[in-house]
């Protein structure tokens, strides 16, 4: 039990896939403008993953050695395209909003480096876990780029409606003078080196202690 | 467009490391010193501005006419794939000097955005074969030069002090975010001004 639990665990915090693996980063800092959009892109990454880890891992012992990257990626663009055509049917704002980095799901190198490193090695529990936990991390640490990104770069908290609710949250004092360029290209990639540099900090603070 | 507004978009305006943030895995992990950096560059714009092409005629020739538009990412995805496979045999047999410079990045180019990023661009900005080619050929350049410019600057980082926390990976991204910052000189107005629209 504990090793699932391990499983589970790891990829939110010690093998974070953005701050501590780096891997997936377009997607990561092209929607992280909005709060919305950035937990509509991690809930989308997560199905993916949990979807493509399982079916890969239940495959594992079929699918011939020489062609396992094309396989697999035939697997993960077929669950890109079933999340493409859900959010275009139901919730089109966020397809509209996540544009082109919908379908670039298939390239986001979390999904193909789980695959390859996880997934055609475990079985098809501990591979689920790790999906879950990965896409958990993922969705996490694109929230809080775009929590801090739509917070100072637009003094608002963009969610989704719900009832009464507009799904918009101003922030009094910021909204009015917001340091626009956070919510432009240039912030993005200022942002994700400051808070990298920030977790290497707490990596060589929890080193030496 | 003309076929130079599409050249000029797609290598400043929207370049695709600095404004799109396509291609940004090799930006940084193949950054570090600039022969591979023009290696990474040459085979990059090589393959974009062939699978624009090639995503092209299968989208408007195959998938359009059967109704089967909704598999494209399926069906782009793959033709890159194979595409990539089929050029990395090419070079290798038609010439193996490039072969030699270019080999380690192209299985590497499968998985970068910006391949499939500029075939799903041009679908949908309805553009034309040749403007297809252009828009793949620009995406190939700006991201040729953006790798460039960042590897002189990590070049020159190497031999300066850096704080620790910020050695490697965060100085390269805020480097990247200045650079970016000069890039939003070039914005629409640009086309618009030299009347490319």
């Given at each position: 039990?504990?090793?699932?639990?391990?499983?589970?665990?790891?990829?939110?915090?010690?093998e974070?896939?953005?701050?501590?693996?780096?891997?997936?980063?377009?997607?990561?800092?092209?929607?992280?403008?909005?709060?919305?959009?950035?937990?509509?892109?991690?809930?989308?990454?997560?199905?993916?993953?949990?979807?493509?880890?399982?079916v890969?891992?239940?495959?594992?012992?079929?699918?011939?050695?020489?062609?396992?990257?094309?396989?697999?990626?035939?697997?993960?663009?077929?669950?890109?395209?079933?999340?493409?055509?859900?959010?275009?049917?139901?919730?089109?704002?966020v397809?509209?909003?996540?544009?082109v980095?919908?379908?670039l799901?298939?390239?986001?190198?979390?999904?193909?480096?789980?695959?390859?490193?996880?997934?055609?090695?475990?079985?098809?529990?501990?591979s689920?876990?790790?999906?879950?936990?990965?896409?958990?991390?993922?969705?996490?640490?694109?929230?809080?780029?775009?929590?801090?990104?739509?917070i100072?770069?637009?003094?608002?908290?963009?969610?989704?409606?719900?009832?009464?609710?507009?799904?918009?949250?101003?922030?009094?004092?910021?909204?009015?003078?917001?340091?626009?360029?956070?919510?432009?290209?240039?912030?993005?990639?200022?942002?994700?080196?400051?808070?990298?540099?920030?977790?290497?900090?707490?990596?060589?603070?929890?080193?030496?202690? | 467009?003309?076929?130079?507004?599409?050249?000029?978009?797609?290598?400043?305006?929207?370049?695709?490391?600095?404004?799109?943030?396509?291609?940004?895995?090799?930006?940084?992990?193949?950054?570090?010193?600039?022969?591979?950096?023009?290696?990474?560059?040459?085979?990059?714009?090589?393959?974009?501005?062939?699978?624009?092409?090639?995503?092209?005629?299968?989208?408007?020739?195959?998938?359009?006419?059967?109704?089967?538009?909704?598999?494209?990412?399926?069906?782009?995805?793959?033709?890159?794939?194979?595409?990539?496979?089929?050029?990395?045999?090419?070079?290798?047999?038609?010439?193996?000097?490039?072969y030699?410079?270019?080999?380690?990045?192209?299985?590497?180019?499968?998985?970068?955005?910006?391949?499939?990023?500029?075939?799903?661009?041009?679908?949908?900005?309805?553009?034309?074969?040749?403007?297809?080619?252009?828009?793949?050929?620009?995406?190939?350049?700006g991201f040729?030069?953006?790798?460039?410019?960042?590897?002189?600057?990590?070049?020159?980082?190497?031999?300066?002090?850096?704080?620790?926390?910020?050695?490697?990976?965060?100085?390269?991204?805020?480097?990247?975010?200045?650079?970016?910052?000069?890039?939003?000189?070039?914005?629409?107005?640009?086309?618009?001004?030299?009347?490319?629209?």
């Amino acid at each position: 039990m504990a090793s699932h639990m391990y499983e589970l665990k790891k990829g939110i915090f010690k093998e974070n896939p953005t701050f501590i693996i780096m891997l997936g980063m377009c997607p990561t800092l092209g929607v992280s403008t909005q709060v919305s959009n950035a937990l509509g892109m991690g809930a989308s990454v997560l199905f993916v993953l949990f979807f493509s880890n399982i079916v890969i891992s239940m495959l594992r012992k079929v699918i011939p050695d020489t062609i396992r990257i094309p396989s697999y990626i035939v697997v993960i663009a077929s669950f890109v395209t079933i999340v493409e055509m859900v959010l275009h049917a139901f919730v089109p704002s966020v397809y509209a909003a996540l544009g082109v980095y919908l379908p670039l799901i298939v390239v986001n190198c979390i999904i193909l480096g789980r695959a390859e490193a996880f997934a055609n090695k475990n079985t098809v529990l501990d591979s689920a876990l790790d999906a879950i936990g990965m896409g958990i991390g993922f969705t996490l640490s694109l929230t809080l780029i775009a929590l801090i990104r739509e917070i100072f770069g637009a003094g608002t908290i963009t969610l989704f409606p719900m009832g009464s609710f507009s799904g918009v949250i101003t922030i009094p004092g910021l909204s009015e003078s917001p340091v626009r360029v956070l919510t432009l290209a240039a912030g993005a990639l200022l942002v994700m080196g400051y808070l990298k540099a920030f977790f290497q900090w707490k990596t060589s603070r929890s080193e030496k202690a | 467009m003309s076929y130079i507004g599409i050249l000029v978009t797609y290598i400043f305006v929207q370049n695709f490391i600095l404004v799109q943030f396509m291609g940004l895995c090799p930006f940084i992990g193949v950054s570090r010193n600039s022969e591979s950096a023009i290696g990474m560059g040459m085979a990059v714009t090589f393959v974009t501005a062939i699978a624009s092409v090639v995503c092209w005629a299968v989208y408007h020739f195959l998938l359009v006419p059967f109704d089967l538009d909704y598999l494209r990412t399926i069906a782009f995805i793959l033709v890159i794939a194979a595409l990539v496979q089929l050029v990395e045999m090419v070079i290798k047999k038609m010439s193996p000097a490039l072969y030699k410079a270019l080999g380690i990045y192209l299985p590497l180019i499968t998985t970068n955005c910006a391949v499939l990023g500029i075939a799903i661009i041009a679908i949908d900005n309805n553009y034309n074969m040749l403007e297809s080619f252009f828009a793949g050929l620009a995406a190939g350049l700006g991201f040729t030069m953006a790798i460039i410019l960042m590897s002189n600057i990590r070049e020159k980082l190497e031999t300066t002090a850096v704080r620790s926390v910020f050695n490697g990976v965060p100085i390269a991204f805020i480097s990247a975010g200045l650079m970016a910052l000069a890039f939003m000189a070039f914005d629409k107005s640009l086309i618009v001004n030299l009347h490319l629209a």
